[in-house]
């Protein structure tokens, strides 16, 4: 089968011929023509399209035959409908019947159509006018033209490209947003066809994916819009896609291109950044949420929450690989005061290293800090670096979590992250990126009493309390006696402490001998 997206006059006859193709090769699972009155015909576009919808094939006009799911998107009058599709599948065919039915059988009608691109814009527009010629009495036309076609009873159809100033000052009975995914200026063309739902018209949004990051991802999982009457249809649902097809079809795209055009996948398509398996087996081997234990080497991360977005605390304990989160806890539209209460308990309870990622809310934030906090300066780079190391980490089974709120951001991340959720993903690297350069700055190492050392690297107790809690946690991974793993280690600072204090005694007599010679000022 040639599959042919758009184009020229050739193409549209190819893409009509395809059509025709697959309502006879999928006969079987197609709906019969009936013989209605004329109030049917009227009433229902799918009574409709099976009496008098012919579309044009090399051999001549042919009646159009529905698959199933052709005949429920044509059956549905729900005021507000939204289609996640596969390329190629008809359904772009389909809402052009629904058009003309409406067009022809209500006078003074508005149809509007918003595609991607100019050039699918005029598509809708020879796929709508090849459907009413086909009709065994066209309706007449006043005006025709590559972007509007009227009628003359009254009724107009016309279709924009997704520009900015698409959708405005039109009073439609009908919307189409076809390709919804790809239009740059969705919000703004939402925000602009809107009136039409108050005025009672009908909005059909259609699209095959395109990442997460856009409105029709939010209009599909129902985060925005209010309720919508759902259709998925997917390459498999469509009887002229069969294995053989998959299998010649399939390597000619890129995993990315092949999740957006036929997999229906909102993941794949928009360049997600962690794969789903291997987020799944981060719940492997978790230890869940739990309270600082001896041994613990802890690093707290915090991404502060802008307007509407959660502030989202994470504390890992990184003292043997895989890191295990070990803290989790995600405020919505938080005051300072509650997020700068929540922080320093936090760094109270674990101790170690605390990030606050610093930007015009995190700032203030610091300021108001009890506990020493490091800001995270969030650039374009030092964030793609935090995140490329998360990723790797993820990928390497080299970080155990079974917060479902976190795994769901992971899955759902992509490298554009505009437009998503992502707090847990962003604090979680920003903790990941300081736990792979541990020893820098405060330090907590849980003793077996159940109290805490803390202090700077360079404080002596707070090193050699982190040193042996660290050769043991280790000793006790390989399997071996962590008694006397804290031996060894305990000796090795003995004689680093030794050598240290040579080193200061040497330079002590050097400076000395100086100040008892000539050459005194060198002792300065």
Wanted: glycine content about 8%; charged content about 25%.
């Amino acid at each position: 089968m040639t599959v042919v997206r758009h184009g020229s006059a050739a193409g549209s006859e190819a893409r009509t011929r395809t059509a025709h193709e697959r309502s006879q090769e999928g006969a079987g699972a197609a709906l019969p023509a009936t013989s209605v009155s004329g109030s049917a015909l009227s009433q229902s576009a799918l009574v409709w399209a099976l009496e008098s919808v012919r579309l044009p094939t090399p051999t001549g006009w042919q009646p159009f035959r529905p698959y199933p799911y052709q005949a429920t998107l044509l059956a549905d009058r729900s005021q507000r409908r939204i289609v996640l599709k596969s390329r190629q599948v008809g359904i772009t065919l389909t809402v052009g019947i629904e058009i003309a039915h409406e067009a022809i059988h209500r006078p003074r009608s508005v149809a509007l159509v918003v595609s991607k691109s100019q050039a699918d814009a005029q598509k809708v527009i020879g796929d709508t006018l090849d459907i009413m010629d086909g009709l065994d009495e066209p309706p007449g036309r006043v005006k025709e033209n590559e972007s509007e076609i009227v009628l003359e009873n009254g009724s107009r159809i016309v279709a924009q490209p997704a520009t900015p100033k698409a959708g405005r000052s039109f009073t439609a009975t009908r919307v189409v947003l076809d390709e919804f995914a790809f239009a740059e200026y969705g919000a703004r063309i939402y925000k602009a066809v809107s009136p039409t739902l108050s005025r009672g018209g009908g909005l059909t949004v259609v699209s095959t994916p395109d990442g997460q990051a856009n409105l029709f991802y939010r209009l599909w999982q129902g985060l925005e819009g209010g309720e919508w009457s759902r259709h998925h249809v997917h390459w498999r649902d469509c009887p002229v896609f069969d294995e053989a097809w998959y299998e010649r079809e399939r390597p000619k795209y890129t995993a990315m291109d092949w999740a957006s055009e036929y997999e229906c996948d909102f993941v794949q398509s928009g360049g997600g950044a962690f794969d789903p398996d291997d987020v799944d087996a981060m719940r492997q081997g978790w230890g869940g949420l739990r309270l600082p234990e001896p041994g613990g080497w802890y690093v707290t991360a915090w991404d502060i929450g802008r307007r509407r977005d959660a502030t989202v605390g994470v504390t890992l304990d990184t003292a043997v690989r895989p890191w295990q989160v070990v803290a989790y806890e995600r405020l919505l539209r938080a005051p300072f005061a509650q997020i700068q209460a929540k922080i320093d308990a936090r760094a109270v309870i674990y101790g170690g290293e605390t990030w606050v990622e610093s930007n015009s809310i995190g700032d203030p934030v610091i300021e108001g800090l009890s506990c020493r906090a490091r800001p995270f300066m969030t650039t374009a780079k030092s964030k793609a670096d935090a995140i490329t190391r998360l990723v790797r980490d993820v990928e390497q089974g080299g970080i155990k979590c079974g917060v479902e709120q976190v795994l769901s951001e992971l899955k759902g991340y992509q490298w554009d992250d505009a437009g998503i959720v992502q707090d847990s993903v962003m604090s979680l690297a920003i903790a990941g990126h300081d736990a792979r350069e541990p020893g820098r700055g405060i330090v907590q190492c849980c003793q077996s009493d159940g109290f805490c050392c803390v202090g700077d690297d360079d404080d002596d107790e707070a090193s050699w309390y982190r040193r042996l809690r660290r050769a043991e946690s280790i000793a006790r991974q390989l399997g071996e006696d962590p008694a006397r793993a804290a031996a060894r280690e305990r000796e090795r600072l003995e004689r680093e402490e030794e050598e240290r204090n040579h080193e200061e005694w040497e330079r002590e007599r050097a400076r000395a001998v100086a100040l008892a010679s000539d050459d005194w000022w060198k002792a300065f």
